[in-house]
């Protein structure tokens, strides 16, 4: 059984990793989601390593119902819920809410550290059916409550606010979500309350088959709500974009047959985009678009490369920056941040550093001089 046990170990380890490594390697261009979601599923690799070396050297798993061991759980648990607040609401998760996200963790961690220094001993136990008698001790009672709160960072789902004015998955993702996060939660209490050989073995093929399923999930079955076949903002004046960077009278200009058709497929694809308001979506990327324009991803990179754009970053940066202005100067917004979103930034952070590289000054900088000069 032993064998068994560590075999299950390392099956579990090779098959998280390549889970990881596929999905970074699918990621879209400005995709986090499922750099996030790999990015954890390698954690479990790194938490499954050293137990994997325990098993196969014959030592004792250390005893999971330590505070360390649970306050571990909890900052993964954590973690794991970093992915679906991504899907939610793209571009919520910025340093300052990532640290809020994980103050309850740390405030935890420190009340543990500053029991020590109290004086507290906390006695090891191997189970939690061996420390209930002991409840009232609050060595046993602290840990109870770390237990308790492991169940609790998933219902956070519920409750991130929406970034941006179209909803980017529906109620029913947030729930099988939460079943399957809450099923591998639960297997990880069960196997406190029994440490027995078959429970922690059983319990890697419940955590890794539900790593699979949500894996599973987000490449092939998550929905996504198309925001252009429905948009939710005011349609945006002709005379926004007034300069436009294609003139088609230009077509007949004494190029070879490349550029013509260079020019045409620019011409169709700025088209598009503009009576669409295609850029509104951060999740739009130059393979979306590549098939909607019926072409290949080559192809449209290079018509976009012969237009006086130069590549497909900065066309769509710039469209969403004249977006942004628009919605800034009409009142469609709220405020600066609120406009970032509308126009299709997924976060604050690159909204500011392409608004710097555009115009050279902060959003209040020129709106400002843009004040001044009228």
């Not at 390549?18 to 390697?25: E, G, S």
């Not at 300052?96 to 507290?120: C, D, E, Q, R």
């Not at 894996?215 to 007034?242: C, D, G, H, Q, W």
Request: aromatic content about 18%; overall charge neutral; hydrophobic content about 45%.
């Amino acid at each position: 059984m032993w064998d068994f046990y560590s075999d299950t170990i390392f099956a579990a380890i090779i098959v998280c990793f390549l889970t990881a490594i596929y999905l970074f390697a699918r990621r879209d261009e400005g995709e986090r989601s499922r750099i996030f979601l790999s990015v954890i599923i390698f954690f479990s690799v790194l938490n499954y390593i050293p137990r994997y070396w325990d098993a196969t050297h014959g030592m004792v798993p250390m005893l999971v119902v330590s505070v360390p061991v649970l306050l571990i759980a909890l900052f993964m648990i954590t973690s794991y819920i970093i992915y679906p607040i991504e899907v939610v609401s793209p571009g919520w998760l910025n340093f300052k809410n990532i640290v809020l996200l994980y103050t309850p963790v740390v405030a935890l961690y420190v009340i543990w550290l500053i029991t020590l220094w109290s004086g507290v001993k906390y006695t090891n136990y191997s189970s939690l059916q061996e420390m209930l008698p002991y409840i009232t001790e609050f060595n046993v009672w602290f840990r109870f409550i770390l237990c308790l709160l492991i169940l609790c960072p998933v219902f956070f789902i519920f409750f991130v606010p929406y970034t941006k004015k179209y909803c980017n998955v529906d109620n029913r993702w947030k729930w099988i979500y939460m079943i399957i996060f809450s099923i591998n939660t639960i297997a990880f209490l069960w196997i406190l309350w029994d440490r027995s050989l078959i429970s922690s073995t059983l319990y890697y093929y419940i955590s890794v088959g539900c790593s699979l399923l949500i894996a599973y999930r987000e490449l092939s079955t998550r929905f996504i709500r198309n925001p252009m076949s429905e948009s939710p903002f005011p349609e945006m004046p002709s005379k926004v974009f007034e300069e436009a960077p294609y003139n088609s009278s230009e077509v007949d200009t004494p190029y070879d047959e490349l550029e013509n058709n260079n020019s045409e497929l620019f011409c169709r694809l700025d088209e598009y985009m503009k009576k669409n308001a295609a850029w509104r979506d951060p999740e739009l990327t130059l393979n979306n678009l590549s098939s909607i324009m019926n072409t290949n991803r080559t192809s449209l990179s290079l018509a976009i490369q012969k237009s006086e754009y130069g590549n497909y970053t900065t066309y769509i940066n710039k469209l969403r920056f004249d977006d942004f202005v628009y919605c800034v100067t009409s009142n469609c917004s709220g405020n600066f941040q609120q406009a970032f979103y509308d126009a299709g930034f997924r976060s604050r952070a690159t909204a500011l550093r392409n608004f710097r590289q555009i115009t050279g000054m902060t959003p209040t900088e020129y709106f400002m001089k843009m004040g001044t000069e009228d």
